[in-house]
């Protein structure tokens, strides 16, 4: 479990992320997926990312302290953003430099929404963490919405997509920030891969 969790810092590009020994477990996922949402559920602190309707709110890389031993970070979303593409294409480098270049970078999780198909976007981002061997695992948000055999679909339908490319298929996990689904699941995972 989290005891403490803090906002550190937010960086506009890679220069200005945290410079101490501590690992970055880092959360990305298309916009709108619900990633404020699932980061506020694991740290137990409502307002700790900004919960938005608006997708692309996220422009920033943003930095929490978890218990004094390493980051959460939170990632700008992908995809969709009601912004100018000039702007888009920033958030696309802001990303790219930082899960591609970011020797802190421990662990990404990428998040999808349970009740849709496996987008192209996420298909494509997923094939680049591969390119670049970025140790990456899955989670599945807003499964409240599905009942566990719908979740068991939805799960095998993205491992039978991923095998297409993948000889090892990644971690995958199903969440809610709704009603705390998959939280120890995840921290017990975050705790291991921390080791």
């Known amino acids: ?27 990305i996922g298309r916009s709108n997926v619900g990633k404020s949402s699932l980061i506020n559920m694991l740290t ?20 929490f302290l978890i218990d004094g031993e390493w980051y959460l970070v939170d990632l700008p979303g992908y995809g969709y953003a009601r ?12 990303i790219t430099d930082y899960v591609f270049k970011c020797e802190r970078l421990h662990f990404l999780f990428v998040l999808v929404d349970s009740r849709i198909e496996p987008q192209r976007i996420d298909l ?9 061997g970025i140790p990456f695992g ?26 297409e490319q993948w000889e090892e298929l990644p971690p995958m996990l199903v969440s809610s ?3 705390g689904m998959g939280k120890e699941e995840i921290l017990a995972f975050v705790d291991n891969i921390l080791k």
């Open 1 to 27: 479990m989290i005891a403490r969790a803090e906002f550190k810092c937010s960086s506009e590009r890679l220069g200005q992320v945290p410079k101490d020994g501590l690992k970055d477990i880092a959360f």
């Open 44 to 63: 137990g602190r409502k307002g700790l990312a900004k919960v938005s309707g608006t997708p692309g709110k996220t422009r920033l890389i943003n930095h």
């Open 83 to 94: 912004t100018s593409k000039n702007q888009r294409s920033g958030f696309a480098k802001i």
């Open 124 to 132: 494509a981002f997923i094939e680049q963490l591969g390119i670049h």
């Open 138 to 163: 899955i989670i599945f948000t807003k499964c409240e919405k599905l009942s566990s055999a719908q979740r068991r679909r939805t799960i095998e339908t993205y491992s039978k997509r991923l095998s």
């Open 177 to 179: 920030s709704a009603n």
